[in-house]
């Protein structure tokens, strides 16, 4: 006998977003309503009645007007800060079902529930429990592979007598034959619209037909990705469980403004802001970046004005995590870069060649120059306990221009004193 | 059925309970011992006191004046527990036709009832056919003197 069988856990948070929204708006429950992406450009996440109206995912909110008008659904712009905070308590309490889970999303944790007594009363519990404790519905997936469990939670959120729990571990041979005959191959983790479509030339259309596919064939025309693939659903592990997220090897952060920006200070302004939250990143992780890029974007979808698309990287003299300086470099390069005449949609900055503090590599010709870290324990303190955007490098938050257009937020609920809801 | 091969790690259970060491904070000198080193204790912090369960607790503020009898007024901060069972004669905040209510659940023989602690105010009975749920339970109240 080899080891025993993996009872891989995926638990699943339902229309996450929307959910959140609806903890502290009991009046919500059965209203349609969907949450839209920054800027409130698209659909990110629906409720069940939302989804039956037609809403699709992803879908610009205005080309959803007119429905949205017929049937009164409401919409919501994220809010990042209670969601944040919502999948943090979730996670947590899932933290304390098994030794062993990884973080998958922010909705989605694997908990590794092999060799625990009485699996099937353990997930319904985990499902209401979160649910009591949080308010958020979650489906529980139990699979031997990471694949395997994420198929198991798309049946336990599609087939209502599953009661939001699908272990696939417990089917006879059969029973997992017929089941994967019925799913389409798509549904797959990680096989994408395009695969889908390669695939199915290949008359691979179910997720059966990808488990019993020629593997020399596969490989050959897929890749090694897609063998990992199949033997994920052959039920041999091949993706490990990561409990301990791998340090960012790259931090990107970018934005598109509100309105058009044609002023270079506004741009140097938006881009201090990006440099402080990446900067803030690097030092969480105590690390520092060896590289920025910077890019500006005019508005793609514009056609009748002029496109400009910009993008400049230097190595830093030396690698750092300070906000001060690396801010010096990203107005420099923005400078370098603007063009009067352009209306700009779209600007951010990349740090890469990430590395651990630790590894610090003085130079000979380069004077070190000190890097203000304890000013910036200082600014990193004074956001986190009075709120993000406290203390800012001067240049930020002079202009308002840039920032993102959020009309329909909710309050800041469990992060902000005067949010607390009303009872 | 196929497994791998060499045996995935077994969990190994760690008890939740934290075990707490006490820290004298400050150098002794050699001479004369700090009469007060013996005495060293952690100060008294409001989040271990107040809450049981950080995952599970939310603030909500108080609108009306129903529980004022029990002194729960208007603006007043609630401190509410979700992981608690909610039985016969706890505060609760409860969710009556998808409306948020504060009141003390009354739940005898079958029948529940929200009682509120002002005597202007009538009590609820739960119909049948009601939608009725306790988000959570009410633990402390929080209200400003100063």
Redesign the interface.
């Given at each position: 006998m080899g080891s025993p069988v993996q009872q891989l856990a995926l638990v699943d948070c339902n229309n996450f977003y929307v959910s959140c929204e609806r903890v502290f708006r009991p009046d919500l429950a059965r209203v349609p309503m969907v949450v839209l992406s920054n800027n409130d450009g698209c659909v990110v996440s629906r409720s069940n009645e939302a989804r039956a109206l037609g809403i699709k995912m992803g879908q610009p909110w205005f080309e959803c007007k007119e429905l949205a008008e017929q049937h009164s659904i409401l919409a919501f712009s994220s809010n990042y800060a209670l969601y944040a905070d919502l999948s943090n308590r979730v996670m947590s309490i899932l933290s304390n079902f098994a030794p062993r889970h990884e973080v998958y999303s922010i909705d989605e944790c694997f908990v590794d529930l092999t060799g625990i007594p009485k699996l099937r009363e353990v997930s319904y519990a985990m499902r209401a429990r979160v649910g009591q404790w949080t308010g958020i519905p979650v489906c529980v997936g139990i699979g031997p592979t990471k694949t395997l469990a994420k198929l198991a939670n798309h049946v336990a959120k599609k087939h209502p007598r599953s009661r939001g729990v699908f272990n696939y571990n417990a089917l006879t041979p059969a029973q997992k034959a017929n089941l994967l005959q019925h799913i389409p191959v798509e549904e797959v983790w990680g096989v994408g619209r395009k695969l889908t479509k390669k695939l199915a030339r290949h008359g691979i259309e179910t997720v059966h037909d990808l488990q019993q596919a020629h593997v020399p064939t596969l490989r050959a025309e897929f890749g090694v990705v897609m063998e990992k693939i199949q033997r994920e659903l052959q039920e041999i592990p091949c993706i490990e469980l990561r409990e301990i997220q791998p340090d960012r090897q790259q931090i990107i952060v970018s934005r598109s403004f509100g309105n058009m920006v044609t002023e270079l200070p506004v741009l140097q302004d938006a881009l201090s802001a990006f440099v402080a939250n990446a900067c803030a990143k690097l030092r969480a992780q105590s690390s520092h970046a060896a590289v920025i890029q910077v890019f500006l974007q005019t508005n793609r979808f514009r056609k009748d004005l002029p496109q400009y698309m910009p993008s400049l990287a230097v190595p830093l003299p030396y690698p750092t995590n300070d906000s001060l300086g690396v801010n010096r470099w990203a107005a420099a390069l923005c400078e370098r870069m603007f063009r009067p005449d352009y209306q700009y949609k779209k600007a951010g900055i990349v740090l890469c060649e990430i590395s651990p503090v630790t590894q610090r590599q003085g130079d000979l010709l380069e004077p070190q120059i000190p890097c203000n870290e304890r000013l910036m324990k200082a600014l990193d303190a004074l956001n986190q306990r009075y709120g993000r955007g406290t203390v800012k490098v001067s240049t930020q938050g002079a202009y308002r221009d840039w920032q993102m257009r959020q009309e329909r937020k909710s309050p800041n609920y469990t992060t902000a004193w005067d949010d607390v809801p009303l009872v | 059925?196929?497994?791998?091969?060499?045996?995935?790690?077994?969990?190994?259970?760690?008890p939740?309970q934290k075990a707490w060491l006490q820290v004298c904070g400050w150098k002794v000198p050699a001479g004369f011992p700090s009469p007060a080193a013996d005495h060293t204790r952690k100060r008294i912090d409001l989040n271990e006191r107040l809450i049981r369960n950080g995952?599970?607790t939310?603030?909500?503020?108080?609108?009306g004046d129903s529980m004022i009898d029990i002194g729960i007024y208007e603006g007043d901060?609630?401190l509410v527990d979700?992981?608690l069972d909610a039985r016969h004669g706890n505060i609760v905040?409860a969710?009556l036709n998808?409306?948020?209510?504060?009141k003390r659940l009354h739940k005898r023989g079958g029948v529940i009832k929200l009682i509120p602690e002002n005597t202007r105010y009538p009590t609820i009975t739960v119909k049948e056919g009601e939608e009725f749920d306790v988000?959570g339970v009410v633990t402390y109240n929080l209200h400003k003197l100063y």
């Open positions: - | 059925m196929k497994a791998a091969l060499d045996s995935p790690p077994q969990p190994v259970f760690i939740e995952d599970t939310y603030v909500l503020k108080v609108k901060a609630l979700r992981s905040l969710v998808n409306e948020f209510t504060v988000w």
